[in-house]
């Protein structure tokens, strides 16, 4: 636990299963992005983007996010070992589609096909970072 950030153990194994439930959602994001159903396919792009990043936790620092603020994810995008400027494009990235979780799935109004086609943008480029840092679980 760092700065009030719960944390949990995960084996480096887990990291496979993390990144299977990332490629499942993203490719339920881009089935609903087809089927004009912006609201399920931002949820999913989202759990596809806090999966990547399970993977990419688990693997490198045999951890994983355990806090009900799904943005503290970021303190351990922070801890992999890459360079620092690409880390902070890429939490700028994961910040971005993880603050529309909660209108996607908890306020009354809709999710508009741009906020969606941003949301599985952001989506896909996570998810395409994540896969080149884990060459060892390539298909």
């Not at 993203?26 to 990547?52: C, F, P, W």
């Amino acid at each position: 636990m760092h700065r009030g950030i719960r944390v949990r153990s995960a084996s480096r194994s887990s990291s496979r299963g993390f990144l299977a439930k990332a490629r499942e959602c993203y490719q339920g994001m881009k089935d609903e992005i087809r089927a004009k159903r912006y609201n399920s396919s931002t949820i999913l792009a989202v759990h596809a983007v806090i999966s990547a990043c399970d993977a990419l936790a688990s693997f490198y620092l045999q951890q994983r996010c355990a806090s009900d603020r799904h943005l503290d994810v970021l303190f351990l995008i922070g801890r992999l070992p890459f360079d620092k400027s690409e880390l902070n494009a890429k939490s700028k990235q994961i910040a971005r589609i993880i603050d529309v979780k909660n209108a996607a799935e908890y306020e009354e109004r809709l999710i508009l096909a741009g906020e969606a086609e941003s949301a599985a943008r952001d989506a896909e480029r996570t998810l395409k970072w994540a896969i080149e840092k884990l060459p060892e679980l390539k298909e």
